[in-house]
């Protein structure tokens, strides 16, 4: 059965940081594409980071550049997503995807970004 968790999600103040992790199961890790995704309240959901299987690649959408940095470990099944200087506007409920043969997506974890 295939599984994406994500695990991380918090309250935050701005300035913050948090790492978001995203634990696979049921597939081939090391094969598939990761994402992380985005989704705030009453908007649709955007693209967030992608990094390729083995991590050589990794490219963000312009208003996490310099901030975000995500990751693998393609031994733990694990794909993250290092957040720092967070922003009240970075509040979304983040998805992480897999994207190869087929794509899964992850329930979610839910970051707010308030003081």
């Known amino acids: 059965q295939v599984q994406l968790v994500e695990t991380g999600g918090g309250l935050v103040q701005p300035g913050g940081s948090l790492r978001l992790s995203c634990a696979a199961s049921?597939?081939?890790?090391?094969?598939?594409?990761m994402s992380w995704y985005r989704q705030a309240p009453g908007k649709e959901r955007e693209w967030v980071a992608t990094?390729?299987?083995?991590?050589?690649?990794?490219t963000y959408t312009d208003s996490v550049k310099g901030r975000f940095t995500i990751s693998r470990a393609n031994a733990k099944n694990t794909v993250y997503l290092q957040m720092n200087s967070l922003k009240v506007e970075d509040t979304a409920v983040y998805y992480c995807?897999?994207?190869?043969?087929?794509?899964?997506w992850g329930r979610g974890t839910l970051v707010t970004v308030s003081s």
């Open positions: 995807k897999a994207a190869g043969g087929r794509t899964y």
């Open positions: 990094i390729t299987d083995f991590g050589i690649t990794t």
């Open positions: 049921g597939f081939t890790f090391s094969n598939y594409v």
